[in-house]
């Protein structure tokens, strides 16, 4: 069975600093793995996704990933926080249902302070 | 511009009726998601469909129900038998099963 665990319901951090955020999964076969962002009250963004390859992923507003297969893990990591990170993050395992349908981590809310 | 439109924003309802949600892709997606959240639990799935006139239950179907008659429309009925309703509803589409997943802006339901 799929499950992803977000560690920090909340993470603050101030404008410039390193921003991680933390995401581990189970599943029973090999994973398609993603990040999204959600501002308030709209949709979902994918930010990056890891399929197959390369096991550290780039993607969008300076954000990357690298998938560790051995500590089942997906970090979120980005240099240096903007204000405009400011949002709740959600990182998700492909499956159960074939790899398009996506089981949710329980997100994450990234507070960024000037 | 291609997109997924969710319609209404926001939706009240009243305890024991039913309310349908609207979900329109012009991405020419073969495949549909309704997922629900709730504060601090993530997204959870409803139903899916890969393909017009067929669709499958997902993790908490129970007191929902979908159609797909075309393959840019997935509207979901939220029925009286769903005991705790209020919630965001997000729609979703992929190109096929193994494409990542373009979300619409949620539809804000709430009971009252």
């Known amino acids: 069975a799929q499950s992803v665990t977000q560690l920090g319901s909340h993470v603050s951090v101030s404008e410039g600093a390193l921003v991680l955020l933390r995401c581990n999964y189970s599943?029973?076969?090999?994973?398609?793995l993603f990040w999204y962002v959600q501002y308030p009250n709209q949709g979902l963004q994918l930010l990056l996704k890891?399929?197959?390859?390369?096991?550290l992923v780039k993607g969008i507003n300076g954000f990357e990933a690298e998938f560790k297969k051995s500590e089942t893990s997906f970090h979120l990591t980005k240099p240096s926080a903007h204000m405009s990170d400011a949002a709740e993050y959600f990182c998700?395992?492909?499956?159960?249902?074939?790899?398009?349908?996506?089981?949710f981590g329980k997100g994450t809310m990234l507070l960024v302070s000037p | 511009d291609g997109g997924i439109t969710q319609s209404p924003k926001y939706l009240f309802r009243k305890e024991g009726q039913n309310v349908t949600l609207s979900c329109e892709q012009n991405l020419n997606h073969d495949a549909m998601y309704w997922y629900r959240q709730d504060p601090g639990q993530g997204l959870r799935l409803i139903y899916y469909?890969?393909?017009?006139?067929?669709?499958q239950k997902g993790d908490i179907a129970e007191g929902y129900s979908v159609s797909r008659e075309k393959k840019e429309s997935f509207p979901l009925t939220v029925t009286s038998a769903q005991k705790n309703p209020t919630a965001f509803y997000l729609c979703?589409?992929?190109?096929?099963?193994?494409?990542?997943?373009?979300f619409g802006q949620g539809t804000r339901l709430t009971v009252v």
């Open positions: 469909s890969q393909i017009v006139n067929d669709f």
């Open positions: 998700a395992v492909s499956g159960p249902w074939g790899y398009s349908t996506l089981t």
């Open positions: 599943s029973s076969v090999p994973p398609y």
């Open positions: 979703a589409s992929t190109l096929d099963r193994d494409t990542e997943a373009f």
């Open positions: 890891y399929t197959t390859g390369a096991t």
